[in-house]
RNA sequence: GAGUCUAUAGCUCAGUUGGCUAGAGCGCUUCGUUGACAUCGAAGAGGUCAGAGGUUCGAGUCCUCUUAGACUCACCA
């Protein structure tokens, strides 16, 4: 052995797990009482364009999870994936579509997406080398991608059942819309940014109004005041009049008027404010968009057509301060509503969109971990869990990108004539309009083959099943819905479509699905809870009538040393691969877990990953020093037992020793159970170095072979309570072990779980 | 606006149901290298456990308030 450990070896390591086949189990077909339940995780896929950061490394308390419940007996089973990952594909994509100077209108739907498919298949391979390299035992066998034609065809069933059980609808409803990806978004992907902006006083005749949007007052359909506002109570009924345009809209009341603010009076725009939209529903209001969903403006003043808002704002200002109409300006603090992905400001408008009814779906997940059917650790989320589920709105699983599969809708153009299309011709002109006017000048197939996108009213006619000819009007004029799904629509069925579940008949399931859902164990950083988890819950227990996996398990961000968030603008993130390559695999593991408090932050740095490589390469070299002794005594002593400890003929700091193992055996286990896997590592860091190490081997130094057993108990023993958390050295240093004592185990990561003496 | 969390050694953090002189890693000081390891060993300095009050035989640990910070949710124009 090396004075050494050289994690360099690792790979070779890996492919000994891979061909000993022990974590890809197969069914038993005639399964036994006596046999141990299997335990089985679904690894939250990563995404498939996305090299792995540090959160992928922290897969390793399900790798953790999966080694340890291996020694303990059970059949595991940890299954791999990707995911396409609609939206945050598309924006990578679409940036580096960017610097060649194009963009996604250049092109008709199908060229882009398979133009994003090849670039996805390039990164999806490097994802898995990343997660072989970091140790996890994986069951490659049972490999899955988002887009496989098997899983798609599960999740569209799922669609054509919410359909059939009256859970889908499509809406005409403010949505939250970013006109620089082109799509809508769900409440959950809108992130909320603090600005400095200004409120606006603004002259409508008998009354004003304070707005901070002055460049939508075009579209204007009424003035509203609370009802129980005095100052205003005459003029309900009345008429105000819009500013530059002069239009006459009614002063209505309404209760979501607040009385404080600004002058009291609100102008409504139902098209692009929510608060609006509500109040233009109840008051029955015109629905009267002025901004494009390319972001433009129209609808409103020669001068202000065809601008972006905030160019807009600034002009509308500067005409209305000529007209006379400005009354005053004030500084504002407020929160506005901004695109996860890209931070442009989201413009709420009207968009069809389709949406799920969560409120069924919410029920039984709320049920069961009210019921304690499915725990939540640390418990704190609990409660966050259950305030979300208890409040959840419905969910807009339409996207308006391309990047991932279509909704299966169908649309007759020829009983549907107002849907409008933008297609590309073959002369790479896009075309933009309604079908009744396209038809005349342009033939069906050019604009199928050239559609880039089509946008059908609330009240068109669809079909679930794909037709060929229109069953009303015999018409072959059919297009397919060009909005995509929400990626979780995908995602959240994971569980589900991965094990084999047969929406249509979950009686042909895969053998797969009934042995292992539900699932034992899910881990994930808090911050997709409801995203995800969330969301495969509500899938599960709709489809299935259980909870996919009976454990969530949270754990938190990994921040650098100073505790603040690694990213790519500060240069503070520390990339996993590199440090694998720099420390090895088994140091960054323990990094990650060591010392840290259940979905606490993780700070990270090199400092520490550099101690954790000292620690591995500790027990290296006292595995090398308890290997050169027992060579020693064999040499001297051929017929030398070192398996049978005699206990008659113990050293008090025999005895001590093993009794601390064996309290480092339960401490430990019971650590792991709690999920207490930063206070396990403390206790076997302590207990091996400083213990072991420096107390033992030290008193041991000059006696005789009588020692040989303790010592290689206590070596052995160690070695496996650490090999959940360190895999690669504890397998490296059995190996050797093995070969040179002949020891039963082929390998260290299906050996038992050690148990006390006493 | 509602809710959750955090505040312990110079830095980053552990400390499960309250119980002996409050811990780790890194950093710092002194000494040490003849059966593994300098990616090592020994000894040591360093904390009014944010502040105030309370419950208790006993509180870093439970309760209340104050202060400072982090995060999540939310339709304030």
New binding site residues.
């Given amino acids: 052995?090396d004075?050494?450990?050289d994690p360099t070896n690792e790979s070779s390591i890996y492919s000994l797990w891979q061909k000993s086949k022990i974590f890809s189990p197969s069914i038993p077909k005639h399964p036994k009482k006596t046999d141990k339940p299997p335990f089985s995780i679904i690894l939250p896929l990563p995404n498939a364009n996305d090299p792995m950061h540090m959160g992928h490394a922290m897969f390793v308390i399900e790798d953790i999870m999966v080694r340890f419940h291996k020694m303990l007996g059970h059949p595991v089973m940890w299954l791999p994936g990707a995911d396409h990952a609609g939206i945050e594909t598309q924006f990578v994509f679409e940036k580096n579509l960017a610097k060649t100077g194009q963009s996604r209108f250049d092109f008709d739907r199908n060229t882009l997406y398979k133009m994003i498919w090849d670039f996805v298949e390039e990164n999806r391979k490097l994802n898995q080398f990343q997660l072989k390299q970091l140790g996890f035992a994986l069951d490659w066998s049972r490999y899955h991608y988002s887009l496989e034609p098997s899983i798609i065809k599960q999740v569209l069933s799922t669609f054509k059942k919410l359909h059939r059980d009256g859970l889908l609808y499509r809406d005409d409803r403010i949505v939250n819309y970013c006109t620089h990806c082109g799509t809508a978004f769900s409440?959950?992907e809108?992130?909320?940014q603090e600005r400095s902006d200004f409120?606006y006083y603004l002259d409508y005749g008998p009354i004003s109004?304070?707005?901070?949007?002055p460049e939508t007052i075009f579209v204007d359909v009424a003035v509203a005041v609370?009802p129980k506002d005095k100052r205003y109570k005459k003029l309900v009924g009345q008429t105000a009049i819009i500013p530059l345009t002069k239009k006459q809209i009614p002063i209505i009341a309404d209760d979501?008027?607040?009385?404080?603010?600004?002058?009291?009076?609100?102008?409504i725009t139902p098209a692009h404010?929510?608060?609006d939209f509500?109040i233009g529903q109840k008051h029955k209001l015109a629905l009267k968009s002025c901004i494009k969903h390319t972001g433009q403006m129209y609808n409103t003043i020669p001068e202000i057509d065809g601008l972006y808002p905030k160019q807009a704002r600034a002009k509308t200002i500067e005409l209305l301060q000529k007209a006379g109409k400005l009354i005053k300006t004030e500084p504002?603090t407020?929160?506005?509503?901004v695109c996860y992905r890209c931070k442009n400001i989201i413009e709420p408008l009207p968009v069809p969109q389709w949406y799920v009814k969560t409120t069924p779906l919410a029920k039984p997940v709320i049920k069961s971990v009210k019921a304690n059917l499915t725990h939540i650790f640390p418990l704190?989320?609990r409660?966050?869990y259950l305030?979300?589920m208890e409040?959840i709105?419905d969910w807009n699983i339409s996207r308006q990108n391309v990047w991932g599969p279509r909704l299966p809708a169908w649309y007759c153009l020829d009983c549907n004539p107002s849907i409008q299309l933008n297609f590309i011709t073959k002369d790479k002109k896009v075309i933009s309009d309604t079908y009744t006017s396209l038809k005349k000048k342009f033939d069906f197939n050019i604009i199928k083959s050239g559609l880039q996108t089509l946008t059908a009213p609330i009240n068109s006619t669809y079909f679930i099943d794909k037709p060929n000819t229109c069953p009303k009007c015999g018409s072959k004029h059919i297009l397919q819905e060009t909005d995509t799904f929400d990626t979780w629509f995908l995602s959240g069925q994971w569980p589900l479509t991965t094990l084999g579940f047969n929406v249509e008949d979950p009686a042909k399931s895969h053998p797969d699905f009934n042995y292992f859902y539900p699932t034992s164990f899910m881990d994930t950083l808090w911050?997709i809870l409801?995203f995800w988890v969330g969301r495969m819950q509500m899938f599960g227990f709709y489809l299935t009538g259980h909870t996919p996996f009976k454990t969530i398990h949270l754990h938190a961000k990994v921040?650098d040393?100073?505790?603040q968030?690694m990213s790519k603008s500060k240069g503070n993130v520390i990339n996993p691969s590199d440090v694998v390559e720099k420390y090895g695999a088994d140091a960054l593991r323990f990094a990650l877990v060591?010392?840290?408090?259940?979905a606490?932050?993780i700070?990270l740095?090199d400092?520490?990953i550099?101690?954790?490589?000292?620690?591995?390469?500790?027990i290296?070299?006292?595995s090398?020093?308890v290997t050169?002794?027992i060579d020693?005594?064999i040499q001297d002593n051929p017929n030398l037992d070192l398996f049978t400890i005699d206990k008659t003929n113990l050293k008090p700091e025999d005895k001590k020793v093993l009794k601390e193992l064996d309290h480092t055996i339960n401490s430990v286990t019971?650590k792991i159970k709690?999920y207490?896997f930063?206070?396990a590592t403390?206790v076997l860091?302590?207990y091996f170095?400083?213990y072991f190490?420096?107390?033992y081997?030290?008193q041991?130094?000059?006696?005789g072979p009588e020692v040989g057993g303790v010592l290689l108990h206590c070596l052995l023993t160690s070695l496996k309570l650490l090999h959940p958390f360190i895999p690669f050295v504890t397998e490296s240093i059995y190996q050797q072990l093995r070969i040179k004592l002949k020891l039963t185990d082929d390998l260290i990561a299906s050996s038992s779980w050690p148990k006390t003496q006493t």
């Fill in positions: 052995m004075s050494r450990y409440d959950l809108i992130d909320h409120l109004i304070a707005t901070t949007r609370n979501l008027v607040e009385k404080d603010f600004g002058t009291g009076a609100l102008k404010d929510t608060t509500e504002l407020h929160t506005v509503s704190r989320f409660k966050v305030d979300w409040n709105r911050d409801f921040t040393s100073k505790g968030k060591y010392g840290v408090a259940p606490s932050d700070s740095s400092k520490k550099e101690s954790m490589r000292n620690f591995v390469n500790k290296w070299n006292a090398r020093f050169i002794i020693k005594f019971a709690k207490h930063g206070q403390e860091y302590a170095w400083h190490c420096d107390i081997i030290e041991t130094k000059g006696r």
